[in-house]
């Protein structure tokens, strides 16, 4: 853990004053509120650059592409903005269900949508719910900000959303898998560090089919074909 308040702090001395402050806040009390899973991962959001950079001890891991709010920022409640300012991952909601899972309240309706349904823009895939630590995102986790899949994937990289953070499904089935309840989260105005801006963005590989097993015939004996040769001759 103090190795990566170092290296955050180091970093925060090389950005503009509000994005220090909004790194120093994580390097020196972000952290605190999930020592006791994985203090040394955090999430950084760049509206500038519709990133969002995942770090594990004071590096950049994964740079995902996101979607912030197409109103802008703000934590006013019915606004449709993004909260600006560090909140946590206070909830993960979805584990297991298969991608493009749609979601109503929260819950799993059953139906399935593949990327850029035409006319479908609900909440897919997963949920983390984020809850605002400081005055300016206290009204986060009571305006239902989440950090979610959708099906609009031809808008991630602009903003389009109404106030939540809108990742790829299998995007936020990924960083769903590498992070924890308590995760420290910032979302700030500016860009993301030179590291990150450099790193490109995290692209799912499915994959490979499974082999089918070579087909096995019965036993033979010297000189005579395996029945199930036999049997396929007669059938020609």
Same mark, same amino acid.
């Given at each position: ?5 170092? &290296?955050?702090?180091?970093? /925060?001395? &090389? ?5 220090? /402050? ?20 955090? =999430? ?14 004071? $590096? ?19 606004s449709n903005c993004t909260p600006?300012g560090k909140m946590r991952v ?23 949508? &593949? ?10 895939? &997963?949920? =983390?719910?984020?809850?605002?630590? $400081? ?24 903003p389009a959303s109404f106030g ?23 979302? $700030? ?6 590291? /990150? ?40």
């Amino acid at each position: 853990m103090i190795l990566l308040a170092r &290296r955050l702090l180091a970093a /925060a001395a &090389r950005r503009g004053p509000r994005q220090r /402050a909004l790194w120093g806040l994580i390097a020196l009390g972000g952290l605190s509120s999930c020592t006791a899973t994985k203090p040394d991962r955090a =999430l950084l959001v760049s509206v500038a650059d519709q990133k969002m950079a995942l770090y594990e001890k004071g $590096e950049a891991v994964r740079v995902y592409g996101v979607s912030t709010s197409k109103f802008g920022v703000g934590d006013k409640p019915s606004s449709n903005c993004t909260p600006l300012g560090k909140m946590r991952v206070a909830k993960k909601i979805g584990l297991g269900l298969p991608p493009g899972m749609v979601f109503k309240s929260r819950q799993p309706t059953g139906e399935v949508l &593949r990327p850029n349904a035409p006319g479908r823009d609900p909440i897919v895939s &997963r949920i =983390l719910w984020l809850q605002g630590t $400081e005055s300016q995102t206290r009204n986060a986790f009571s305006r239902f900000i989440y950090i979610h899949g959708t099906p609009e994937e031809l808008n991630i990289g602009r903003p389009a959303s109404f106030g939540c953070i809108r990742m790829r499904s299998m995007d936020v089935i990924d960083l769903f898998n590498h992070v924890p309840v308590g995760l420290p989260v910032v979302i $700030e105005k500016g860009h993301l560090p030179g590291e /990150a801006r450099r790193q490109p963005e995290y692209a799912y590989v499915a994959p490979p089919p499974p082999v089918a097993p070579l087909k096995q015939f019965g036993p033979t004996r010297p000189g005579t074909r395996p029945a199930n040769a036999v049997a396929s001759v007669r059938q020609r």
